[in-house]
């Protein structure tokens, strides 16, 4: 017996099926990628931001590339979608899901520098890191904590690079001195014990 199918189910069905056609269609076409101007399959991917109102138009490849640059060199306010009409800024987890291992630490490291970077006794280093320095005025140097940098900083004069800075003047010369009395230390140790032995004659 042949039943016949009531209206809203038919509808359902079509909807399904349309729904199945539309996804068949996305998969199987291609789009090109804005930056390395070649075919790429449609992936399922959605466009790199919640805000995006156009569909995926940069492989991720190419999104990785030019992520990993900017957090490299400290640009994180400059990672946004690559649709040169849209350029919104991108969610954390997009980030973090896309770069490769490495870059995912530094990155993770930039965004806690960020984190703490409003407290009162925080300073930034030239090269893009930054920290806070407990001992304040009191003081005044820092070492970078950035391994790659470990470059010495003011924490009074607040500086950008040591242009003529007092306080790292004055240590570096105490810490020159320091250093020449100790290379100087067996030369004299050596000489009082001559001394001790020649006066020991009778
Ligand atoms: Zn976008
Ligand atoms: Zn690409
Ligand atoms: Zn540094
Ligand atoms: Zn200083």
Same mark, same amino acid.
């Given at each position: ?14 909807? /399904?099926?349309?729904? #199945?056609?539309? *996804? !068949? =269609? ?10 390395? &101007? ?51 800024? /991108?969610?954390?987890? #997009?980030?973090? *899901? !896309? =770069? ?10 930039? &965004? ?72 100087? &230390? ?17």
């Amino acid at each position: 017996m042949f039943v016949v199918p009531r209206s809203h189910e038919l509808s359902d069905f079509w909807d /399904l099926e349309i729904r #199945k056609f539309h *996804k !068949l =269609i996305k998969e199987t076409s291609m789009y090109q990628c804005l930056v390395h &101007l070649e075919d790429e399959p449609c992936a399922t991917d959605a466009p790199p931001t919640p805000g995006c109102n156009h569909d995926q138009n940069v492989c991720n490849a190419c999104m990785r590339t030019d992520m990993e640059g900017k957090i490299r060199s400290g640009k994180l306010q400059n990672l946004t979608c690559l649709d040169p009409y849209c350029m919104k800024p /991108l969610p954390v987890h #997009k980030v973090r *899901k !896309l =770069i490769g291992p490495e870059c995912l630490k530094i990155y993770d490291r930039k &965004l806690a520098v960020l984190a703490i970077s409003i407290a009162p006794n925080f300073r930034w280093c030239r090269c893009g890191s930054g920290q806070i320095h407990g001992l304040g005025d009191s003081s005044s140097e820092w070492i970078c904590v950035d391994p790659q940098c470990r470059r010495q900083n003011c924490y009074t004069c607040n500086t950008i690079g040591l242009i003529d800075c007092p306080h790292l003047r004055a240590i570096n010369e105490k810490r020159r001195a320091h250093r020449a009395e100790m290379r100087r &230390l067996p030369q004299v140790a050596f000489e009082q014990k001559q001394m001790e032995i020649l006066e020991d004659k009778p």
